[in-house]
């Protein structure tokens, strides 16, 4: 996957480690996703469309930070650009919010939040995926969903036109951190997630799909952020941001705060 105050709040970014990435994020060797099943998926547009995201609530969209000068969120999407106007639903970008600690340069903490300036109404096509208070740490060979609009192929520059899945396999950290695999340039932290080939079948995310799901046993995990410059190579697996308890309590605390 080729490609986000005061002495505490000071102290909480300080303490995080700190590692080295790439940007972008394709979905390598998926398949065409079922119209409006993943009725969460949210296709962020700055000039063009140029990420993913997730409808976690009818005012905010969950996505990377280190997804830049997004103008507009489109919901119900299945085909960018198919006439979809009885399931699409159009909102403008009321507020970007990344995390108070996300570096530029290392991508860590690549998670932003985007305050819509219009509710969505909830449908057959669009829908909120809710979080949890806590989202358990998914252990080594666990099989996870990835989805977006990003590259299929390491040849072709221009996004999918249809919505695409692949199933990825979620990898060690002490392995993702290991000589044979990205050998700790970046460092893997505790609070990201390796995940990609099986070791046999190539899948992955690419340019394009930053800032979409990592889905594991339905909830959601992580948020896709970075990986190699050549899309799916079965030692280099893409690399999610972890929405830690940590994390959850930033965004929860985020959306309250702007709500009142």
């Known amino acids: 996957m080729s490609f986000l105050g005061s002495f505490t709040g000071l102290f909480s970014c300080m303490v995080l480690l700190i590692v080295h990435s790439s940007d972008g994020s394709e979905i390598i060797n998926g398949k065409e996703v079922k119209p409006h099943l993943l009725p969460y998926m949210a296709l962020l547009n700055a000039t063009t469309p140029d990420c993913g995201g997730i409808l976690i609530d009818k005012s905010w969209v969950l996505t990377a930070a280190h997804c830049k000068n997004i103008e507009t969120v489109l919901l119900g999407v299945h085909s960018i650009k198919a006439n979809e106007d009885k399931s699409r639903q159009v909102r403008k970008v009321k507020k970007s919010v990344p995390h108070p600690c996300y570096d ?46 990003g590259k299929t192929n390491n040849r072709v520059e221009k996004m999918s036109d249809v919505l695409m899945s692949v199933n990825v396999t979620v990898v060690d950290r002490v392995k993702c951190n290991s000589a044979e695999y990205y050998n700790k340039v970046p460092v893997i932290t505790s609070s990201m997630i390796c995940a990609g080939s099986d070791g046999k079948n190539t899948a992955d995310t690419c340019g394009g799909d930053s800032g979409g799901p990592l889905v594991c046993s339905g909830g959601l995990v992580g948020v896709t952020s970075f990986g190699s410059k050549v899309c799916g190579r079965i030692h280099k697996p893409g690399v999610y941001s972890y929405l830690t308890v940590k994390q959850l309590k930033w965004i929860k605390k985020t959306m309250k705060k702007s709500d009142i």
């Open 104 to 149: 530029k340069d290392t991508k860590v903490n690549d998670l932003m939040l985007l305050k819509l300036g219009k509710s969505v109404k909830e449908t057959k096509t669009v829908k909120c995926l809710k979080l949890g208070d806590a989202i358990k740490d998914p252990a080594a060979g666990t099989s996870c969903m990835v989805a977006g609009w």
